[in-house]
């Protein structure tokens, strides 16, 4: 009797031990950082989640969240079994907040029957010595923030998943509320009405050019000029309306001497900054490297999980990218202070290591956002970082070296200038030390561009050269930019160091606002639901209220709250104006107005609409017609010879102009010809990509 074959299907192997992360990127790094023992897989982000087709949510089960396999995610999840199946143990190391600990809790949950110990693992770093150092202490999942990322996430299914569908019912399908980025369209809109509202005055200012008297001796070089600044009459600060006004000082100042009555130097300290949390990252990126929010924590997210770095293979260059904490590891701290030491000396490394507070309630258990390696300068990896990852690199290791290094010393002069009862004041600054601005210079923190003053003393005459006068006029509040959006919702508390990003980029995709250069403007869609929610839900649009959920969200981290009584307390009252809204809100998606434009398919009148990217010229006759076209702004093509206009169109760069007669015409801009630069719309076009 012939021999039965084995079985071709071998057994599961438990050689090895199973480790989860995110995304492919990471992995690389942590299996080069773990060896062959351990298999290192990514499950691709959230695998479970509620469902897209319904709310999800058991109202009568207190609450209960409905997850299902997110679509598209199943053969991850398969995949994942499979291996879980053949492994020692599982090590689930997903991001260290709220949202990795909700992945982690999901992947638990799935992979129990595996029968291998499932355990936590977290890093604020992925280095050698981080990495190994979570692997040595395993934990169990923090259902605490798992709740806390519970209760967000059905706070915000409650909210879009029924004020959606009333926005589509009254304006049109397609548009969203959400309790977070209808906060911030709100923010936006009231800045556009203050800038509408804003009256321009006129005001002036005067200048003295003033030189110190020459001495005696005819080869003594004559003595420079300085200006002064008009401040102040009969002791009272000083309002110039207009040129009638400017013209009476002047001739008041006819024939006055100019005497210096008070000279004062002081020194003047310049302090480093904290090191980057992710809001301040954002700003700063957004300031100086032209990035949108969302770039910077795309790049960020690629210096976090790992860059190729020749034969040291794939190392992770920074910390965890959403923090909002200031505080730095004593290693760290230990490993820049010797770096400073080395590389400056001992006079810009301060016996006192600097110290920083972070904001209330921040999370101390992430760090700042700092290089891994401080001797890893960005001329180091440069050759191995693409130009956005460089600059970013070389942004957050400046901040951080810088912010250990020494203070900088001015030495600040001011000299007062009186002529009969005005009061002039000139200011000048010296650099005495540098310290960190050797390696790290804010742009406010200059010391050029002032005045050289000569040396002058109490009681000296010095001769008028010259009277400059100059008109101004008050300018509006500037429009907000992704930098002063994202510091505006920090300071409100609207949001956490995961959600800035995201905010703009909704509100951006949902066509509620746009960009004009560098600045964002709310469309006449945005100020519609705007409108609408504020007039019917203005709990959900304040952003106070907003911020005290953000703030019992955080206490549900911290093991102070209950997650379900938050979600009842809130729903309570939220179903009641629901229901009122329902009744009371009045609909816009029924309103048709008349143009008296013609359709060019069937000559029939061309109506006003309302649309997913706002209004829309759109055939009386349809839908036996379905001819449609974008509302033009009124304004001609500048292109020679044609006679189309401009109307406003949307690519995957943002916002920007088109002429009606494309594509036998294709003018574009970014900016209207007629708008000026007093709006804030100036500038280059933000980098999204």
């Keep these: 009797m012939p021999a039965k074959k084995k079985s071709s299907k071998a057994a599961p192997s438990k050689s090895k031990f199973l480790v989860i992360v995110e995304s492919p990127a990471k992995s690389k790094t942590i ?30 089960n207190d609450f209960k969240p409905e997850y299902t396999v997110i679509k598209g995610r199943k053969k991850y999840l398969t995949s994942l079994k499979k291996e879980a199946k053949g492994s020692k143990a599982i090590y689930l190391a997903a991001d260290p907040d709220r949202e990795g600990e909700a992945i982690c809790w999901h992947l638990r949950n799935q992979l129990e029957k595996s029968k291998a110990g499932i355990y936590r693992v977290s890093f604020d770093e992925i280095t050698k010595k981080a990495v190994r150092a979570a692997f040595q202490h395993p934990r169990q999942v923090d259902m605490n923030k798992v709740n806390a990322q519970q209760a967000r996430r059905i706070l915000d299914r409650l909210v879009g998943y029924s004020l959606s569908p009333l926005l589509w019912q009254k304006i049109t399908r397609g548009l969203s509320a959400g309790r977070v980025q209808s906060v911030a369209v709100k923010l936006i809109v009231e800045r556009e009405e203050d800038i509408r509202k804003f009256k321009t005055q006129e005001y002036w200012s005067i200048d003295a050019v003033l030189r110190k008297k020459r001495g005696e001796s005819p080869v003594e070089e004559e003595p420079p000029v300085f200006k002064a600044k008009l401040i102040k009459y009969k002791g009272e600060k000083i309002h110039i309306p207009d040129q009638k006004s400017v013209d009476e000082i002047v001739s008041r100042l006819d024939g006055e001497k100019f005497i210096v009555t008070d000279i004062s130097r002081k020194g003047k300290k310049s302090y480093p900054r904290s090191p980057y949390i992710t809001s301040v990252l954002q700003q700063d990126a957004f300031n100086k490297l032209n990035f949108s929010a969302s770039k910077t924590m795309r790049t960020a997210q690629l210096l976090y999980e790992g860059i190729e770095l020749g034969e040291e293979g794939s190392v992770g260059l920074i910390t965890y990218m959403r923090t909002d904490s200031v505080r730095i590891s004593d290693d760290a701290r230990k490993e820049v202070r010797q770096y400073i030491l080395d590389k400056y000396g001992e006079k810009y490394c301060p016996s006192k290591p600097p110290e920083y507070k972070s904001r209330k309630r ?67 600054a010296q650099l005495i030390f540098d310290g960190f601005l050797c390696l790290y210079r804010e742009t406010a923190e200059r010391e050029d561009g002032m005045t050289e003053i000569p040396p002058l003393e109490p009681g000296e005459e010095t001769d008028l050269e010259d009277i400059i006068t100059e008109q101004h006029f008050t300018k509006p509040p500037p429009r907000y930019t992704d930098a002063s959006l994202v510091k505006v919702l920090e300071e409100k508390g ?54 005290r959920m953000e703030n019992e969200l955080d206490e549900i981290e911290e093991g102070q709250r209950e997650w379900v009584s938050i979600l009842r307390d809130f729903y309570s009252s939220f179903e009641k104006k629901l229901e009122e809204a329902k009744e009371r809100m009045s609909s816009v998606k029924r309103q048709v107005v008349k143009t008296d434009q013609v359709c060019e398919k069937c000559g029939s009148p061309m109506v006003i609409k309302w649309g997913r990217r706002g209004r829309f010229l759109s055939c009386s006759r349809f839908p036996a017609c379905k001819n449609a076209r974008s509302i033009t702004t009124g304004v001609k093509c500048p292109e020679q010879g044609c006679d189309g206009e401009l109307v406003e169109r949307k690519s995957r760069r943002g916002m920007f102009y088109g002429c009606t007669r494309y594509p036998e015409c294709t003018y574009t801009t970014r900016k209207l010809p007629a708008e000026s630069e007093d709006g804030g719309n100036g500038g280059n076009q933000v980098e999204e990509e």
């Design 31 to 60: 299996n080069k950082i773990m060896g062959k023992e351990y298999k290192v897989v990514a499950s691709m982000g959230h695998i479970i989640d509620l469902p897209v087709s319904s709310m999800g949510i058991d109202f009568e």
């Design 362 to 428: 921040a999370q101390e258990a992430h760090e700042a956002i700092r290089p891994t390696l401080p001797l890893r300068s960005p001329e180091q990896v440069r050759s191995y970082l693409g130009p956005d990852e460089f600059k970013l690199y070389d942004l957050i290791w400046k901040r951080f070296v810088a912010s250990q290094m020494t203070n900088a010393l001015f030495s600040v002069l001011a000299v007062s200038i009186d002529a009969g009862d005005y009061r002039f004041r000139a200011g000048g």
């Design 494 to 547: 609207i949001g956490r160091p995961s959600t800035y990003a995201p905010i703009i980029r909704t509100i951006i995709n949902r066509h509620y606002i746009k960009r004009i250069g560098r600045s964002i403007q709310p469309t006449e869609l945005g100020e519609l639901v705007n409108r609408l929610l504020v007039d019917n839900f203005p709990d959900i649009v304040d952003d106070e209220f907003t911020a």
